[in-house]
């Protein structure tokens, strides 16, 4: 008779168990020394062997002869637990009875000494599913059972347990099991079966299965059905996943918002009969993998990626900002969500957010406007638009004359002046802290900081900015002592005298609505937005 993978291939023994080891090594324990505990929680995701465990504890409780912490299998108890022959291990699904009375049955039931076996076992699983009498009928028995039974409760949602109930349990949470293990056992399993399974479809099921066993076997056998090789194509295809490669070409085609390949990527995925729904869900976990590689330095602990996928991941996130980032995975949200609701606009809805995806100005959210905020500052830095403090001067020329001759200090300051060089410049965010905190030493010369921009360069010096000579005269008198003292407690670090650089501003921007100053910049930007990201220009 044939048998499901994820059964002919569940573990014996405690030994195994995959991913798993700070359970068994504790069963395995138990088991030699004959100390169980009267009642067992298990919990954790869907298949990680919350149900494999309990049976192989079933058995070992019984075992005549335990074999290193595991059972022998070869006894009259443990074949009669494996063949399902003996009435003194029951298993009850408590999806379906959760009442009242199927928990009194039990209660009538264990003052009975079992039929065969030493211990009588109840395993029930989904025991989250249970009423709440049914909870408050088993709570005394569960308390303080016959020395004769064992009871072990299985449950994905712990949550929805009361605390008497898990008070009462020895409990042990199953954890995720880990990429290296799923491929470890996929790749025995098929050899196993006479499959050829490719390492990389080995890593692409065990990425789809989300740290389960089960789930990951399971994909096994639905893409062992051909019994031909079983490639990263034949994964794509058994499980309806258009794949990395479509993902990427989406994803490049939203960077430079190439709308023809959008919808001509929508219409693969369409016409190859594959779930468009699985597409976009597959796109929300490529850019969470974007959103991690640009927030974080350690992106490969994260990460469930080979070198070659990390390092074209790295160059496509390079391609946006962290904003845009979290602005388009909004969208894909709330495109997820229409989806869901609207199966038959599935195809509208996926073209109509990758279009929005393109433009943050064909959208007014926050997200949108942050992403747009985040450009124009960009712009600002690298001299995107004119009229900016940072852009005043366009790549490749020279910065244009100050508005007067700066005058000279009334004392000698260890100020080193901003001469024009090649740098990138950043804007400061603390700078308006620390003008509030040199107002509490000097307010004159905190008033006229609040007219200036201050920026760090790529050395790490900060540049200040400011409308008049006037205004920077006035602030270094003292050779800029009490500015410095204010920067570096904001910045939290020592700021020297020669990493203080002043400078006059070449033209100042006046103030407009929000919207009008972001519209003016992209339009400003256009011609520049070829031009690589990043890219230096002489100030």
């Known amino acids: 008779m044939y048998q499901a993978f994820y059964r002919k291939w569940r573990p014996r023994r405690f030994d195994d168990v995959c991913g798993q080891e700070h359970i068994t090594s504790v069963l395995r324990y138990e088991t030699e020394h004959g100390a169980f505990s009267h009642a067992y929680l298990f919990c954790g995701s869907r298949g990680t062997g919350k149900t494999t465990c309990a049976k192989i504890l079933a058995r070992a409780v019984n075992c005549e002869h335990p074999e290193g912490g595991n059972p022998c299998g070869q006894c009259a108890a443990c074949r009669a637990i494996e063949e399902g022959t003996t009435t003194d291990v ?29 211990k009588r076992v109840y395993i029930i699983d989904e025991v989250h599913m249970l009423s709440a009498s049914a909870f408050n009928a088993l709570l005394k028995t569960l308390e303080e059972p016959p020395a004769h039974v064992v009871f072990i409760l299985a449950t994905t949602e712990l949550h929805k347990l009361p605390a008497t109930i898990v008070s009462r349990c020895q409990r042990f949470d199953f954890r995720r099991i880990s990429m290296d293990a799923l491929i470890s056992r996929l790749t025995y ?40 090789v079983i490639t990263p194509a034949a994964v794509n295809e058994a499980v309806g996943s258009a794949g990395r490669e479509a993902l990427e070409r989406t994803v490049r085609a939203i960077a430079g918002q190439d709308c023809d390949t959008l919808f001509a990527v929508v219409d693969e995925v369409v016409r190859s009969s594959k779930d468009l729904l699985v597409f976009w869900q597959d796109l929300i976990a490529f850019y969470r993998d974007l959103l991690v590689l640009r927030s974080t330095s350690h992106a490969a602990d994260y990460l469930d990626l080979t070198d070659a996928e990390t390092e074209r991941l790295t160059a496509l996130a390079g391609l946006f900002r962290k904003e845009t980032l979290l602005y388009h995975c909004s969208l894909l949200e709330d495109g997820l969500f229409a989806m869901q609701k609207a199966n038959a606009v599935k195809r509208m809805v996926a073209e109509l957010t990758l279009v929005r995806m393109c433009d943050e100005s064909l959208n007014s959210t926050g997200e949108a406007l942050l992403s747009r905020i985040a450009r124009l500052e960009e712009a600002m830095v690298l001299g995107g638009f004119p009229g900016s403090a940072a852009g005043a001067a366009s790549p490749g020329t020279a910065a244009p004359a100050p508005d007067a001759a700066p005058a000279a200090a009334p004392q000698p300051a260890p100020l080193k002046e901003a001469a024009p060089a090649r740098r990138v410049l950043r804007p400061l965010r603390c700078w308006m802290e620390a003008v509030e905190r040199l107002g509490q030493s000097d307010m004159m010369q905190a008033s006229f900081c609040r007219q200036a921009e201050a920026y760090t360069t790529e050395t790490g010096e900060v540049l200040v900015r400011f409308p008049s000579s006037f205004a920077r005269d006035m602030v270094s008198k003292d050779g800029g002592g009490r500015l410095r003292a204010a920067l570096s407690a904001t910045m939290k670090q020592e700021l020297p005298a020669d990493r203080l650089l002043l400078e006059i501003r070449a033209q100042s921007r006046t103030a407009s609505a929000m919207d009008e100053i972001i519209e003016a910049a992209e339009d400003a930007a256009e011609p520049d937005r070829q031009e690589p990201e990043g890219k230096e220009i002489r100030k």
């Open 90 to 118: 029951i298993e009850m699904d408590a999806a379906s009875n959760n009442g009242v009375d199927n928990i009194r049955d039990i209660r009538d039931e264990v003052v009975y000494a079992p039929s065969a076996l030493k």
């Open 189 to 228: 399993i098929a050899g196993q079966e006479g499959l050829e399974l490719e390492p990389e479809a080995a890593r692409m099921l065990a990425r789809l299965a989300q740290g389960g066993m089960r789930d990951a076997i399971s994909l096994l056998e639905l893409c062992a059905g051909s019994r031909g």
